[in-house]
């Protein structure tokens, strides 16, 4: 079944205790309070909450409680462009802010 997707705005005006529901019947399993998905972009980074869902700090990809991503998320325009981009990990151990594996 096809999940429909929603706006940001609709999915703020959601009750809090439908946007709870939501996310635990996405996320079965294990759960805690505060929990929030992975962004699945290269960064693999925990999303940030905000009243709508989840937003990623590098790709900016918006999802909703039910952990579908939303009608006006960045990422369904063909012309956005990642601005944030995430430095490459060799890009960093060059730049010594990682040290060598021991």
């Not at 079965?28 to 929030?36: L, M, T, V």
């Not at 956005?80 to 995430?86: A, D, F, I, L, S």
Request: glycine fraction near 4%.
């Amino acid at each position: 079944m096809e999940q429909k997707s929603i706006s940001s705005e609709d999915s703020a005006k959601l009750p809090e205790d439908v946007k709870l529901k939501m996310l635990k019947e996405a996320k079965p399993g294990s759960w805690y309070d505060n929990w929030r998905p992975y962004c699945m972009c290269a960064t693999m980074e925990r999303m940030v909450q905000h009243d709508y869902g989840f937003k990623c700090n590098c790709c900016e990809n918006m999802i909703g409680w039910d952990l579908v991503r939303l009608s006006d998320s960045p990422l369904n325009n063909p012309n956005h462009k990642v601005t944030n981009k995430p430095k490459h990990i060799l890009d960093l151990f060059l730049e010594g802010k990682l040290n060598e594996p021991s």
